[in-house]
Nanobody, 126 residues
Framework: QVQLAESGGGLVQAGGSLRLSCVAS????????IAWFRQGPGKTREFVAA????????YYADSVKGRFTISRDNAKNTVYLQMNSLKPEDTAVYYC???????????????????WGQGTQVTVSS
């Protein structure tokens, strides 16, 4: 089990950029698949992006493909979500989640994950 903490959220104008960080504690991080999910106002939580535990595979929701980039730095126990060309519809609380040896399309399914952070708010103004 890993403990996760997100940071980097804030208020940004449409077209701007933010970089979210998900810092993990625990030795299992380097062998955990990590995903980002988000929950906008009045919406259900949805998949955003994921990286396999090997770091060799990444996955994106169609709505963010080409704008967001997920990456991991195992030396820093951190996964990043670089968000460019932000839109008002990207406004949400962003959560990271971890699954030991997580890989494949299962990373798109929030029920696959056992560890979650508390979330960080991202607000994009028009």
């Amino acid at each position: 089990q890993v403990q996760l903490a997100e940071s980097g959220g804030g208020l940004v104008q449409a077209g701007g950029s933010l970089r979210l960080s998900c810092v993990a504690s625990g030795p299992a991080f380097s062998r955990s698949g990590i995903a980002w999910f988000r929950q906008g106002p009045g919406k259900t939580r949805e998949f955003v992006a994921a990286v396999s535990w090997t770091g060799g595979s990444t996955y994106y929701a169609d709505s963010v493909k080409g704008r967001f980039t997920i990456s991991r730095d195992n030396a820093k126990n951190t996964v990043y979500l670089q968000m460019n060309s932000l839109k008002p519809e990207d406004t949400a609380v962003y959560y990271c989640a971890a699954k030991f040896m997580g890989t494949g399309e299962y990373l798109r399914d929030q029920s696959y994950f056992g560890s979650w952070g508390q979330g960080t708010q991202v607000t994009v103004s028009s």
